[in-house]
């Protein structure tokens, strides 16, 4: 199974950007893992928040395959501990999928559109962290399940 990451916008900060790379780096140890950031929509600040979401909606859908399973990262989703994240995420690989996709929308949220194409939604936490920080905590999360499911000691229970 292949592990996509789709996220809107760039990551500025070379501090975030240096945590998502020594991750992005590790999982590739366990799983086919690739991070897509699709650009910001084009005069997005003179745009409102459903335009918005609409324009993001095209480009997060366009990347989609239709045998996909897809996980939106949304504040309403489902909360795990790192161990139910781990476990989740083997029932995901078990299911014969060939690519789960997770995504991480911009400011706003996700179209409607992109909410009924999705499989499943997921949040990281009730508080609210920035849409790049989000990038970074999830691949940490992501890499430590898969060191669960490995039996590796990285997380410590």
Not at 34 to 56: G, W
């Amino acid at each position: 199974m292949k592990i996509l990451l789709i996220a809107i916008g760039k990551t500025d900060d070379d501090y975030l950007v240096s945590g998502i790379k020594k991750y992005v780096g590790r999982i590739g140890h366990y799983v086919s893992f690739e991070m897509k950031e699709i650009p910001d929509p084009r005069n997005r600040k003179t745009l409102s928040e459903e335009q918005q979401k609409k324009a993001e909606s095209f480009f997060i859908l366009s990347q989609l395959q239709p045998a996909d399973q897809v996980i939106l990262l949304d504040e309403n989703g489902k909360q795990f501990t790192s161990i139910n994240f781990a476990e989740s995420l083997e029932k995901q690989m078990a299911s014969g999928a060939k690519r789960l996709v997770f995504v991480i929308g911009g400011p706003y949220g996700f179209a409607q559109e992109v909410y009924d194409r999705a499989n499943g939604q997921l949040s990281l936490s009730p508080m609210t962290f920035s849409h790049q920080m989000v990038r970074l905590i999830f691949v940490e999360q992501l890499y430590r399940a898969l060191t669960i499911l490995k039996g590796e000691p990285y997380h410590h229970q």
